[in-house]
């Protein structure tokens, strides 16, 4: 058996930053191979995890699931564009999209326990999530998902894989699928005017009433201008007031209820919607790398 020096067992902590004890084990294990070692401690702890948990996932895809009346759709980020294309990122998005619709779980953490093998990892889907981390070398995260399950008929749209929809319904197939595309096209926040949240319309009518102060007007003809642009903005938001995308003569309510069909809800989620991307100074990096080398010499 191979000896397990202290500067291996080192090297193995530097690249997965495992605990040290685990290093030990795993290269007992592997004989002193430091590659088979990496790969048991991959499937044992998902190392990597622990570097890559900290770092930004504003990239990512959404995928979504469709049996009959019941569907899900999830949206699983990562830190670059790049893996957006590798083939077990994808692999695991779809297959936790499928999950979510076969199993409901009430959360991340519940998504994360159901069973499931990929990649010679498992056999939970977090396992597989944690040891694909380390095999891809990139942080990944389950953010959020919809699940539609039910009498109403559920129709999705994906636009790419940055932008996805479901659409709960009755009715005609096809109308449902316009308004999909539609609410992926214009991203609407709500169905209604009614249903657009509070905290947005006091939001926009701030904005209208710097805008009415500014323009000198007296305070009664302000007030109709503040309340104009808000019935606009609610107009504008709302899903059934919209001018339907190939259509403009119609809104979208018009053009349901010509197609008789019925809309009861829609999701629509965008990638990394609302996450605060990192910009990395490349420059402040490189004279960093520097200045540590020349600390270390």
């Given amino acids: 058996m191979a000896a397990i020096t202290a500067s291996m067992v080192a090297e193995l902590r530097a690249k997965t930053d495992a605990p040290m004890m685990e290093c030990k084990k795993a290269l007992t294990e592997a004989e002193g191979d430091m590659a088979k070692a990496e ?6 702890l998902g190392t990597k995890a ?6 930004v996932t ?8 469709v049996n009959g009346t ?3 759709m999830i949206e699983v980020n990562c830190e670059t564009d790049f893996v957006t294309k590798n083939d077990s990122f994808l692999a695991l998005a779809n297959a936790a999209a499928k999950l979510v619709a076969e199993h409901n779980p009430a959360d991340i953490a519940a998504l994360g326990e159901l069973p499931y093998s990929q990649d010679g990892f498992g056999p939970t889907l977090e396992e597989v999530r944690k040891g694909l981390i380390g095999k891809i070398g990139e942080n990944m995260s389950f953010r959020r998902f919809k699940r539609a399950a039910g009498a109403a008929k559920i129709a999705n749209y994906l636009h790419g894989t940055r932008i996805g929809v479901l659409v709960e319904y009755e009715g005609d197939e096809t109308a449902a699928k316009d ?3 539609h609410v992926a096209a214009m991203k609407p926040v709500s169905l209604t005017s009614a249903e657009v949240p509070a905290e947005l319309i006091e939001k926009e009518r701030s904005v209208a009433a710097a805008k009415a102060a500014e323009s000198g007007k007296p305070a009664d003809i302000a007030t109709k201008m503040v309340e104009g642009s808000v019935q606009k903005y609610l107009k504008e938001v709302s899903l059934f007031n919209q001018s339907f995308v190939k259509n403009d003569k119609q809104t979208v309510e018009q053009m349901l ?6 809309v009861s809800a829609f999701t629509l989620y965008v990638v990394g919607e609302g996450i605060e991307k990192k910009v990395d100074d490349f420059a402040a990096e490189v004279a960093a790398q520097v200045a540590a080398a020349q600390g270390a010499a």
Wanted: a positive charge; proline letters at 0%.
């Fill in 179 to 181: 308004v999909a595309m």
């Fill in 39 to 44: 790969e048991l401690l991959r499937v044992k």
């Fill in 257 to 262: 209820k010509a197609a008789g069909t019925t």
């Fill in 70 to 72: 019941t569907g899900a």
């Fill in 50 to 55: 622990g570097k890559a948990a900290s770092r």
């Fill in 58 to 65: 504003a990239e990512g895809v959404v995928t979504s699931f």
